[in-house]
């Protein structure tokens, strides 16, 4: 089973700006001050358009979906958060803590997906919604699918009933824990925290307060040959654990991340990644200073076969 997806899709924002709903436990999120909504959102697009140019100058294959104007949705450029796709052809909803980033389910994403691809299963869980639980997708989880395994810190985003029992229902084990950041509140997603390549893991192991869970994560990761890099929580700050890897058309791998991300690096940790993969750092500032979230979250992989 493939730990790197061969097909990603990216959402093309329609009306990028700051999310006061999200903004409620996201501390990544900055609300703009000088430049109008109109700027952001065009400044987005650019970023964006930039992006998709890098990658697919790259060779990797991506779905590019363009979000309709209405109704507005400020977060659509991550879809990373309410659907996902697993090994073996399923597609997964999940259930998302803000209101207005629920709508996003209503996209021509799932259609688009249908279209294009073949999916052996598919399953909603957003019933949990009404119950106020949540669990928003490879923000809240980082999967080891070679080895049936996924992370998640447990946050108001990620309720830790709902994660064991995702696992269950796909076969993986469960590993949860408490990270937190320099002021001891919840990180809301464990992908700006945790970055799981095919045989590295990029982790801020200082944002794990107990040791019992720290000591937990440091031995799974070994027992499954993964060298493990450390990040510091400045780093986390500046979206170093928010990266993803991907393969091209010719299987070759890149571990895409943004500027910011990569300049953060130190230099031993640049080189002990590209001892792995290549990486390849995107110019995504808007995106990331307004939308709190980055290169990561922008990229859902498609474990899906295409349609001849």
């Given at each position: 089973m493939s730990q790197l997806a061969s097909s990603i899709l990216m959402v093309r924002p329609a009306s990028f700006g700051f999310n006061a709903e999200t903004a409620a436990n996201n501390a990544f999120q900055q609300k703009q001050s000088e430049s109008t909504s109109i700027n952001i959102a065009e400044k987005a697009i650019e970023e964006f358009d930039?992006?998709?140019?890098?990658?697919?100058?790259?060779?990797?294959?991506?779905?590019?979906?363009?979000?309709?104007?209405?109704?507005?949705?400020?977060?659509?450029?991550?879809?990373?958060?309410?659907?996902?796709?697993?090994?073996?052809?399923?597609?997964?909803?999940?259930?998302?803590?803000?209101?207005?980033?629920?709508?996003?389910?209503?996209?021509?994403?799932l259609q688009s997906i249908r279209n294009e691809f073949i999916i052996v299963e598919e399953r909603d869980w957003s019933e949990y919604e009404k119950e106020n639980i949540f669990l928003e997708g490879t923000g809240s989880m980082i999967f080891d699918h070679e080895n049936k395994i996924v992370y998640a810190c447990i946050s108001e985003r990620t309720d830790k009933k709902i994660f064991e029992k995702f696992a269950d229902t796909y076969g993986y084990k469960p590993i949860s824990f408490l990270s937190v950041?320099?002021?001891?509140?919840?990180?809301?997603?464990?992908?700006?925290?945790?970055?799981?390549?095919?045989?590295?893991?990029?982790?801020?192991?200082?944002?794990?307060?107990?040791?019992?869970?720290?000591?937990e994560i440091i031995s799974c990761l070994q027992n499954t040959h993964h060298e493990l890099i450390d990040i510091s929580q400045e780093q986390v700050k500046k979206f170093a654990g928010n990266m993803i890897q991907v393969k091209?058309?010719?299987?070759?791998?890149?571990?895409?991340?943004?500027?910011?991300?990569?300049?953060?690096?130190?230099?031993?940790?640049?080189?002990?990644?590209?001892?792995?993969?290549?990486?390849?750092?995107?110019?995504?500032?808007?995106?990331?200073?307004?939308?709190?979230?980055?290169?990561?979250?922008?990229?859902?992989?498609?474990f899906l076969e295409r349609k001849i």
């Open positions: 930039a992006m998709v140019k890098l990658l697919c100058e790259k060779d990797i294959d991506i779905t590019v979906i363009q979000d309709t104007q209405k109704p507005e949705k400020p977060d659509a450029v991550f879809p990373n958060n309410w659907f996902c796709t697993l090994p073996g052809g399923k597609l997964i909803v999940f259930p998302m803590f803000a209101e207005n980033r629920r709508i996003e389910k209503q996209n021509p994403v950041d320099e002021n001891g509140t919840p990180i809301y997603h464990t992908n700006v925290m945790m970055h799981m390549g095919e045989n590295y893991v990029v982790i801020c192991l200082d944002s794990i307060p107990y040791e019992a869970e720290q000591k091209n058309k010719s299987d070759e791998k890149f571990t895409v991340l943004s500027r910011t991300a990569f300049d953060a690096l130190t230099e031993k940790q640049k080189s002990i990644l590209s001892l792995h993969t290549q990486l390849l750092p995107v110019n995504i500032p808007t995106i990331e200073s307004i939308g709190g979230g980055s290169a990561r979250c922008m990229i859902a992989e498609l």
